[in-house]
């Protein structure tokens, strides 16, 4: 966003919000609590309307720039920023969707731009072949509906969710195995939160296993029934592009908010050995913060770039999935590594767990556990170069 920017992002996120945030994160750090003064905030500016379209209720904004905003935020509080993500993936996917003439989750945007909440209820213990698999029993009725059964883990926005994107496994139909996605209501139960986010990092994001135990999906919720295994369904491609691109975006703007910080810390601290002047004058120190930056300087091109692609609806083939998850991988390795050096730069106060680089030291670690895994994007990229290994 330029200085001369009137769009709707332009008034979004101002200084004095993030402000209010960046003080209210080391307390819901803190008291493992979830950030309900900064979502009602967020709600009340319409955020989590950017990606619906303004004929829906929405602010009309583009993947690209909510992307940007999504940096931002995540330079405030991160964990406000990832459990926002989680709604706005929604918001995106269905957006992605209808830009490219499938109105198959339109309700999202219409529901969303109402005020309803959207959470991701797809992650599942032990399931390492994410979309292509689940653990969880689509169990269908008579009228088209769905009951789904199973465990979900990383939760986010548990306490807020009014509506929770869901899939499973359809075992029985006539045409099983199917993969089942569909969305089940708070108010129509079936499901029990438990509450136990005790974690390192990412604390305010509260990310509650979620157990099913028969909560329903009506068969007008019910969006797709997909064959197990990689599939080249829009849905698929709508869930990966917008996952992997907001995700990578809440940790660029981690990375940038360490920089700043080692930045901030090398012209205050001063070194005794050197006659008392900063340690912004120290070779050490000025190699540690230009290596910082020089890695955080390559992540935002790349994700105006790949959201400016999807935005474009471009057609980048069999290269579209090695680049969503090369971003991810790139954006949650680099952040972690720039708070590293951030850490080196800005000295023992970090290592008290008030800190705020001491937090971002934790909930980067969060990157390492997103799908996809450093494992999978690499497999993923490795086939689309070289093939799939020869049996």
């Given amino acids: 966003m330029t200085e001369h920017d009137t769009s709707p992002a332009s008034s979004l996120l101002s200084d004095d919000l993030l402000s209010r945030f960046r003080e209210r994160a080391a307390g819901y750090d803190r008291d493992n609590r979830f950030f309900t003064d900064d979502f009602a905030e967020l709600a009340d500016e319409g955020y989590l309307r950017a990606l619906v379209p303004t004929e829906l209720g929405g602010l009309g904004l583009s993947l690209q720039q909510t992307a940007r905003l999504q940096a931002r935020l ?37 529901e969303a731009g109402k005020g309803e909440i959207f959470a991701f209820g797809l992650s599942e213990a032990g399931n390492d072949l994410v979309l292509f698999g689940s653990t969880t029993e689509a169990r269908p009725e008579p009228d088209g509906s769905y009951r789904f059964h199973g465990r979900k883990i990383f939760t986010s926005l548990s306490p807020a969710w009014t509506r929770l994107g869901t899939m499973g496994l359809d075992t029985t139909s006539d045409d099983a195995p199917k993969i089942v996605y569909g969305f089940i209501e708070r108010t129509g139960g079936g499901f029990e939160i438990r509450e136990d986010w005790d974690t390192l ?36 491609f709508a869930i990966f592009a917008n996952f992997e691109i907001l995700l990578a975006a809440v940790y660029t703007g981690i990375g940038a908010r360490a920089l700043d910080l080692a930045v901030e810390a090398a012209h205050r601290r001063t070194s005794l050995k050197n006659d008392g002047r900063s340690y912004a004058n120290d070779p050490d120190i000025r190699w540690r913060v230009a290596e910082a930056a020089i890695e955080q300087d390559a992540l935002l091109p790349q994700l105006d770039a790949l959201a400016g692609d999807v935005d474009a609806l471009a057609d980048h083939g069999r290269l579209w999935f090695p680049r969503l998850v090369g971003l991810k991988v790139r954006a949650t390795e680099t952040a972690r590594r720039v708070v590293d050096q951030a850490i080196r730069v800005s000295g023992g106060s970090t290592f008290f767990s008030g800190n705020e680089l001491g937090r971002l030291y934790r909930d980067v670690l969060a990157g390492i556990f997103h799908p996809s895994d450093a494992e999978s994007a690499h497999n993923t990229v490795a086939n689309a170069w070289l093939g799939p290994i020869e049996e």
């Avoid at 509080?77 to 269905?94: F, K, Q, R």
């Fill in 201 to 236: 990092g990412m604390r305010a994001t509260q990310s509650n296993t979620t157990v099913l135990d028969g909560a329903r999906a009506p068969a007008d919720r019910v969006v797709r029934r997909l064959d197990p295994g990689p599939n080249p369904d829009p849905l698929v």
């Fill in 74 to 110: 995540a330079g405030a509080a991160p964990a406000t920023a990832l459990a926002v993500n989680m709604h706005l993936v929604w918001t995106g996917i269905a957006k992605t969707l209808r830009d490219r003439g499938d109105d198959s989750l339109e309700f999202v945007l219409r």
